[in-house]
């Protein structure tokens, strides 16, 4: 079961990395088709699943879907120990299934996980309650699984930028250290260190409650109209942050999914008329 284990995620990792719409750190979509894009998953089964239904790929093959955060919360095994990974494992099937239609974009958990750095959720530290769970599931192979689970999480892009304009990343650069941003980050070689405080790939993943001058100055920087991303929790599922910011949450039971068509610019009020509860997909 860990060779099988590791083997499906160096697989994840292959299909990050060939992925045909990847050029470097960013997935450069076209200006075809449609994307489904879902917030923070945090281990939420049901809402994966919901959204592997909406998007119906083997039905679509011109539609892409944005999957983030799927690690770390969800269920636990009987001594409190994360299970997420196991979600996660689901996903990376997906993904070597559908290999140039399903597209991660990494999050502040990813971050943390790739540094075993202490990240909070709900009063519990989840790097350390996931790496028991995997201890107790995997023994003596639990080291190898947990490398091969790093390895992934860092084969993942930072961003999904569409021809039409629209950006999608779990976050973006706070307004105290945007000016320490570097937007090369999406067209260089990613290092580790990217991913610790203060890289860029950290600073990109962990910002929270962006001004509108920030908004406005990041999109003037990344050449972009209109922002979706996750990463900041919403009690109803999405929330129109900023002229043109849509955050959107797919981890409890008012998550959503957006759904745009990549051949039209949109605008944020336009995109909130396209939210989806996941919870009316059966």
Known sequence: ?????IELLNKGI????ADRFRRANLVRLPARGTLVVGGDIHGH????ERLVTYADLANHPDRHIVLQEIIHGGPEDDRGGCLSYQLLLDAVRFKVSFPDQVHFVMGNH?????????????????NRAMSLALEREFRDASNDVKLALKQFLFSQPLAVRCSNRAWI??????????????????????QIADCAKPGSAYLLTWGRRHSQATLDRLARQ???????LGHQAQAQGWKRAGTNLIILASDHNHGCLLEMDLAKFWSADELAAKIVPLASIS
């Open 169 to 190: 990343s779990h976050s973006l650069p706070s307004d105290h250290f945007v000016d320490k941003f570097d937007p090369a980050v999406f067209e260089k070689e990613l």
């Open 45 to 48: 089964r049901r809402n994966f």
């Open 14 to 17: 292959t299909a990050n990395q």
């Open 110 to 126: 990813d971050t943390a996980c790739i540094n075993s750095s202490e990240v909070m959720k709900n009063g519990k530290e989840m």
């Open 222 to 228: 990344l050449d972009v109209d209109v922002f979706v």
């Open 1 to 5: 079961m860990p060779r099988t284990t």
